[in-house]
């Protein structure tokens, strides 16, 4: 499973920067890449939905006090079906893709 997190911070104020900043820093930490400006995905697939709900536990503490923030458990094979519909994927999306053998 993977976890998808989208969020909308306020950036009027220094405060409010800084709040932003602080919050996108930490999710990186906590193992999330930017897929495309404010929607991050964390790089390691979860084993299943405790395990993502687990994450989703965790992001709650670094919360901002502002803002909108979302969350999407998405299965592999919906992740995989995705579709880029104009430009083409980062070299951080290359970079992290999934290695995965098949084996029969």
């Known amino acids: 499973m993977r976890v998808l997190v989208m969020f909308d911070l306020p950036t009027c104020t220094k405060k409010d920067r800084k709040s932003s900043a602080k919050f996108r820093k930490q999710l990186i930490k906590a193992g999330f890449m930017m897929l495309q400006f404010s929607v991050y ?7 299943g939905t405790a395990s993502a709900n ?19 458990i998405l299965t592999e094979k919906q992740f995989d079906n995705m579709r880029l519909l104009l430009g083409t994927k980062s ?14």
């Open 91 to 104: 070299d951080n999306e290359k970079a992290n893709a999934p290695k995965q053998l098949t084996l029969f």
């Open 54 to 72: 687990h994450h989703l536990d965790r992001l709650n503490l670094i919360l901002p006090p502002s803002g909108h923030i979302r969350a999407l």
């Open 41 to 47: 995905i964390r790089i390691r697939i979860c084993k």
